[in-house]
C-alpha cells in the first residue's frame, strides 16, 4: 500500500523550508501559510474524502425532490378489495428520507460554488441526482427491492461524469469549510495576514527553480511519487483560488511550466478545475446517502387498511405497518420510481417471426399450437407471453421488422453468444445466458440470422405512445433441452432470436430451492397478488432462504438419503391459467431465479451453513462467486485476472492485502477451482477460491459487477463470502 503521507511530507516540507526562509514577507504572514500547507491532506487521506462525500450528502438529502408520498396500491382478496392511505407523518420523500436536513454551512458553500461553475446545477438538478443515489441505497441496503439495475446504472455513471466538471470546486468548498485542517488554517490565515502577500510569497516559493526541480524529480518518478505530487499541485491550485477568489490561477500554472515545471496534464491550466482530474475522488453512488437514509430505508410504513366487500359492507379499517414500505412507496409506488422493473423483455406487435411453411406473420397474431421455424426445423408453440409494454421503448435492427425491448437477446456469431441493447439487464433477468457471455447489440456487432450472418448496420429506438399495449414472447416446445432460436424481422433479414425467459436449472440443490419456492407461493401470488410485475419482487425478496433450504433438501434426497437427484422442470401448463398465459407463474419463476440462482448457489459452495453457525479458531475464509468482467473492450479470454483484496482486522492499525490471480479461461460455463491459499490471523490457512466464467460485455466503464447479489459478513467478520 501506498504511503502517501510520507510522500506528502516530503513535498510539505521542501515548500515550508523555502516558505520560512524568505524573509521578503513578514513571519506572520511565512507562519500563517506554513500552517496551511502543513493542514493540505495527503493523498487518499481519508478524513478529507469523508468531509467530501458528508458534504454531497447534505446537499443530495436537502436537494431530494419533496413529491407526495404516495400508499400502497389496492389489493383484491377473496371477493374483497383492501384499499390503503398512508397514515404517516410526512409529506413527501425529502422530508421523509431526510426530516429536517438543510444546507449546512459547507453545503451552501459547495452548492454556490458549484451553481458558479455551471447554473443548471441548480437544486432541481440536484434533485434529479438525489433520485438515483437514493435509488441505489435502497437496493444497497438489501431490503429486497428489485428494481432496473441496468438504467439505474447507466444514469449514475452519466449524471456523475456531468458532475465532475464541478469536483474541483466542491473539493474548494470542502476545504474551506469542512475539512477543519484545512478550514481553520485558511479562516485564520484570511483573518490573520493580507492575502495578496501569502499569493504573493506562495507564488515566489512554487515558481523558485530549486522548488521546481524537485516537483520534475518526483513526477519523473512516477507511480506513488507521481500520484503523489499530481495530488499536492491539485492542493496548491486550490490553495491559491481559496486566497483570492478572482485570481488568475491559470496564469499561475502557466508561469510554473514556462519555467520548467512537469505539471502533469490533468492539472494543467483549466484542467485542474474544469474536471479533468478526477482519479482521487470515487462515483457517487447509493454508498453516500446509506447511513443518513437508514432509519427510513428499514422504517415501517404506517397505513389504514380498509376491506371494502363486493357482497357486502366495509368490513371496518385497522391501521398496518408496511415492512420497508417508505422504500416501496419511493422506488416503485409513487412518482420518484424512475427505476421499477420492467416485466420481461419481449418483441412489439408489429414483429414479423418466420412460420414453418415460410410465410412470415405478427408476432401479435401467433397462437399456442402455431409452427415456426427453428434452428432445428418446424416446433410448436407451447406458450405466448403477453407482459404489458409499460412504456418502454422498442429497439429495431437494420430497418428490419422486429422491435424488441433493450434486454431481449439475440444469437451472436462466436463468443460472446448473445447479444442485447441493455446486456447486464439481460443478465438479471436471464441469468443462465451469462456463462456464454452476453454483449452490447450495437453498430458493427455480427448476429446469426436465417441461413445467413449479418453485420448490425443501425439501431433505431421507437419511444412508446400514450396508449397502453402488450409486448410479446413465444415458448417453444422443448425449449430448455434443445436451445432453441427462432426468426424474427424481415422481409430481407431474420435475425436469430431465444425465448426471453428465465430457466431454474442450476446445481441441484439451487434448482430444488427455485422450484419449491415456486410450487409453494405461485397459487398465493394468484389469490393475493394485483400487480404481479411490481409486487412480486419485493415478496420473493423478503422470503427466508433457511426453510427453501430445508424443503429443498427433503425433495431431492433419495430414498436411501445417500445421493440427491434432480427434480424436473415445470411444463409449458405451469405458466397457463384457463388456457391463457398466467403472469404469476412466469413472473414468480423469473424472480426466484433472479433471487435464488446466486444466492442459494453460495450457500451450497459454503456448506449450507445453518444461521448462527461459528467458524472454530480465527480463520478468515474468503469466497468469491460468480465474478462478471465487464468492460468497454472485451478481454481475450485466456488473459488473467487479478483481484487485489485488503481487509482490516479489529483493532489493527494496518490492511492486511492479498492478490488473488483468476487464470484466463474460455469455459463457456462455470466451475470451481481453489486459485490461492494464504496465512491470515496467523498460522491457520484459508482458502480463496471463485467460481468465474470468461463472458465480456460492454459497459461504460471497465469494473466488477456485483448487483445480482449481495456481499455478506457473518459471525464479526471470521466468514466473509462475496459474489
Request: glycine share 8%; aromatic share 10%.
Amino acid at each position: 500500500m501506498a504511503d502517501y503521507p510520507s510522500l506528502q511530507s516530503e513535498l510539505v516540507n521542501d515548500l515550508t523550508n523555502r516558505i520560512d526562509a524568505n524573509k521578503q514577507y513578514n513571519d506572520n504572514t511565512r507562519r500563517l501559510l506554513i500552517i496551511l500547507v502543513e493542514a493540505l491532506p495527503a493523498y487518499s487521506n481519508s478524513g478529507v474524502m469523508e468531509a467530501m462525500y458528508a458534504t454531497l450528502a447534505n446537499i443530495l438529502g436537502a436537494c431530494l425532490h419533496n413529491n407526495k408520498i404516495i400508499q400502497q396500491p389496492s389489493e383484491p382478496s377473496a371477493g374483497c378489495t383492501a384499499a390503503y392511505e398512508y397514515s404517516g407523518p410526512y409529506n413527501g420523500y425529502q422530508d421523509a428520507f431526510f426530516n429536517g436536513v438543510v444546507l449546512s454551512k459547507a453545503g451552501r458553500t459547495a452548492f454556490d460554488m458549484v451553481y458558479a461553475v455551471n447554473n443548471d446545477f441548480n437544486t432541481n438538478w440536484w434533485g434529479n441526482f438525489a433520485v438515483p443515489v437514493l435509488t441505489d441505497a435502497i437496493l444497497k441496503s438489501g431490503v429486497g427491492i428489485v428494481l432496473d439495475e441496468s438504467k439505474l446504472t447507466d444514469d449514475l455513471s452519466n449524471i456523475n461524469s456531468s458532475y465532475f466538471q464541478a469536483l474541483a470546486a466542491t473539493y474548494l468548498a470542502v476545504y474551506q469549510t469542512a475539512y477543519s485542517p484545512t478550514a481553520n488554517a485558511w479562516t485564520n490565515l484570511m483573518n490573520g495576514c493580507n492575502p495578496n502577500d501569502a499569493w504573493n510569497l506562495l507564488l515566489d516559493i512554487i515558481t523558485d527553480p530549486g522548488f521546481i526541480t524537485n516537483i520534475n524529480v518526483s513526477i519523473t518518478k512516477g507511480g506513488d511519487n507521481g500520484t503523489a505530487t499530481t495530488w499536492f499541485l491539485f492542493n496548491i491550485w486550490i490553495t491559491f483560488r481559496s486566497l483570492l477568489a478572482a485570481g488568475d490561477v491559470n496564469g499561475v500554472i502557466s508561469q510554473c511550466m514556462n519555467k520548467g515545471m512537469q505539471v502533469p496534464y490533468v492539472v494543467q491550466p483549466y484542467n485542474w478545475w474544469n474536471g479533468r482530474y478526477t482519479t482521487w475522488f470515487g462515483m457517487i453512488t447509493g454508498t453516500v446517502l446509506q447511513p443518513s437514509a437508514a432509519e427510513i430505508i428499514s422504517a415501517g410504513f404506517p397505513q389504514k387498511e380498509t376491506v371494502y366487500c363486493f357482497m357486502g359492507p366495509i368490513t371496518g379499517s385497522i391501521y398496518v405497518s408496511e415492512p420497508n414500505g417508505y422504500c416501496k412507496s419511493l422506488c416503485l409506488w409513487g412518482s420518484l420510481n424512475w427505476y421499477k422493473p420492467s416485466s420481461g423483455s419481449c418483441f412489439g406487435k408489429d414483429t414479423m417471426v418466420l412460420m414453418a411453411d415460410g410465410s412470415a406473420g405478427p408476432i401479435s397474431g401467433i397462437v399456442i399450437g402455431d409452427q415456426v421455424q427453428t434452428n432445428l426445423g418446424p416446433r410448436k408453440v407451447v406458450l405466448v407471453e403477453t407482459p404489458a409494454r409499460n412504456g418502454r421503448p422498442l429497439y429495431q435492427v437494420n430497418d428490419q421488422a422486429l422491435f424488441a425491448t433493450d434486454a431481449h437477446p439475440f444469437r451472436g456469431t462466436g463468443s460472446p453468444a448473445h447479444y442485447s441493447i441493455a446486456p447486464w439487464s439481460t443478465a438479471h433477468y436471464v441469468p443462465t445466458l451469462i456463462a456464454g457471455g452476453i454483449g452490447k447489440l450495437t453498430r458493427g456487432v455480427q448476429l446469426s440470422a436465417y441461413q445467413s450472418d449479418v453485420a448490425v448496420a443501425s439501431v433505431t429506438s421507437h419511444e412508446a405512445g400514450k396508449k397502453e399495449e402488450l409486448v410479446y414472447d413465444l415458448i417453444l416446445e422443448n425449449w430448455e433441452k434443445d436451445q432453441l432460436t427462432w426468426y424474427v424481422g424481415g422481409p430481407d433479414t431474420y435475425f436469430c432470436t431465444v425465448s426471453e425467459t428465465s430457466d431454474p436449472r442450476y446445481d441441484i440443490r439451487t434448482t430444488a430451492g427455485i422450484l419449491a419456492a415456486m410450487n409453494v407461493a405461485v397459487d398465493a401470488s394468484r389469490n393475493f397478488v394485483q400487480a404481479p410485475a411490481t409486487q412480486l419482487p419485493a415478496i420473493v425478496y423478503s422470503m427466508p432462504l433457511e426453510a427453501l433450504h430445508h424443503r429443498a433438501l427433503r425433495r431431492v434426497k433419495t430414498s436411501g438419503g445417500k445421493g440427491l437427484r434432480r427434480l424436473p422442470i415445470p411444463g409449458p401448463e405451469y405458466y397457463l391459467r384457463d388456457g391463457k398465459w398466467d403472469p404469476h407463474a412466469s413472473i414468480m419463476e423469473q424472480v426466484l431465479v433472479q433471487r435464488l440462482g446466486l444466492a442459494l448457489r453460495r450457500e451450497s459452495a459454503g456448506g449450507w451453513r445453518p444461521a448462527g453457525y461459528h467458524p472454530h479458531g480465527k480463520r478468515l475464509a474468503l469466497m468469491l462467486h460468480d465474478i462478471i468482467v465487464a468492460g468497454e473492450h472485451p478481454l481475450p479470454a485466456e488473459q488473467p485476472i487479478a483481484l487485489h483484496l485488503s481487509w482490516h482486522q479489529q483493532y489493527a492499525q494496518y490492511a492486511q492485502q492479498q492478490t488473488l490471480l483468476l487464470p484466463g479461461t474460455t469455459a463457456k460455463q462455470y466451475f470451481r477451482e481453489v486459485v490461492s491459499i494464504t496465512e491470515v490471523n496467523g498460522p491457520v490457512n484459508s482458502v480463496l477460491f471463485a467460481n468465474y466464467f470468461g463472458g465480456h460485455w460492454a459497459k461504460k466503464s471497465p469494473e466488477f459487477r456485483r448487483s445480482l447479489g449481495h456481499s455478506y459478513l457473518e459471525n464479526g467478520g471470521h466468514w466473509a463470502t462475496f459474489h
